[in-house]
């Protein structure tokens, strides 16, 4: 069990590190790094019927037994790191930052038009 719970361990780290970075690519002697922003989530469950009765009865009444189950996930690609002539510059993807800015934009805007308004009175 022990050997289990190391080598799922072991997993989930290079997982997350493969995830976040992707592989090396030379182009024209430049290396690109791809760098992403990714997170999981995962859930469980399990149970077991605390009333007494028939399974029609414990649906019923709310208490089928228990189990249950989730899962999710999500990477965002958010840049590079480009490297040439001994340095490397992060390059930002604009469409995350894009997709990022809009709705910030948007809730900053109403904030400041509802704090304008408050004042005003």
């Known amino acids: 069990m022990a050997d289990l719970v190391e080598t799922l361990t072991d997993s989930l780290k290079k997982l997350g590190i493969d995830a976040a970075y992707g592989a090396p690519v030379e182009i024209d002697g430049a290396t690109i790094v791809p760098v992403a922003l990714a997170w999981s989530g995962f859930g469980g469950g399990t149970g077991t019927a605390s009333s007494p009765g028939t399974v029609t009865e414990r649906i019923a009444a709310g208490d089928a037994g228990g189990e249950g189950f989730g899962g999710g996930g999500a990477t965002i690609p958010i840049g590079a790191y480009v490297a040439s002539g001994g340095t ?9 930052l894009a997709a990022v800015a809009i709705p910030l934009v948007w809730t900053t805007g109403h904030a400041l038009a509802r704090i304008i308004r408050a004042l005003k009175r």
Do not use: D, E, G, K
Not at 88 to 96: C, T
């Open 88 to 96: 490397a510059v992060f390059q930002p993807n604009v469409v995350a």
